[in-house]
């Protein structure tokens, strides 16, 4: 039985960096900003915080098991999925690889941020600025020039997008 110290956390969050969001398998369940927290609690337990990506995500329990089997194959056996809503997941939890990704992966990421990354999403000042560019651009092509065909894409996250230059669909990834 491993003792929880720091550097067995750290191992932790590089175990579960290789979990992979089950709807964008090309972005980690990290880089989307889902994992929360990888924490000691009590009797060595391991605590693993998560934030799904909107309340009542159907891929949590996809995520739960997937984090369960990374666990178990890095020798994990004690630990405990704790989910967390508030606050609750915002776009802005995102890191910049990930946006990147989801555009190589022919999904516009969010536009605009809420608040800056700095501060803790508690901290973040409440904005009422209505927002000025509403049109993705195009992941492929990066026209500008694109109509939204319906409020959700493949899941209730997205949007469906049609690029009226390269006439092809994509999603766009709605920031919240
Ligand atoms: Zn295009």
């Known amino acids: 039985m491993t003792a929880l110290d720091d550097l ?3 191992h932790v969050w590089e175990v579960l960096e290789a979990v992979p969001d089950p709807e964008i398998p090309v972005v980690s369940i990290r880089e989307l900003g889902i994992l929360r927290d990888v924490r000691r609690g009590t009797n ?3 605590e693993i915080v998560v934030t799904p990506t909107y309340s009542g995500c159907p891929a949590m329990y996809q995520i739960a098991e997937d984090i369960g089997a990374a666990l178990n ?5 004690k630990y405990r999925i704790e989910t967390v809503l508030a606050p609750a997941w915002t776009t802005d939890w995102m890191t910049k690889a990930a946006r990147e990704k989801l555009k190589q992966y022919g999904i516009a990421p969010p536009m605009g941020n809420c608040g800056s990354n700095e501060h803790a999403p508690q901290e973040r000042p409440l904005r009422f600025v209505p927002r000025i560019v509403d ?3 195009c992941p492929r092509c990066g026209s500008l020039h694109t109509e939204r065909l319906a409020q959700f894409g493949s899941t209730a996250c997205k949007a469906l997008y049609r690029c009226m230059d390269c006439r092809e669909p994509f999603d766009y990834f709605k920031p919240y």
């Open 8 to 10: 067995t956390l750290e």
């Open 73 to 77: 194959a890095a020798g994990f056996t």
């Open 44 to 46: 060595e337990t391991l």
């Open 135 to 137: 049109k993705p651009a």
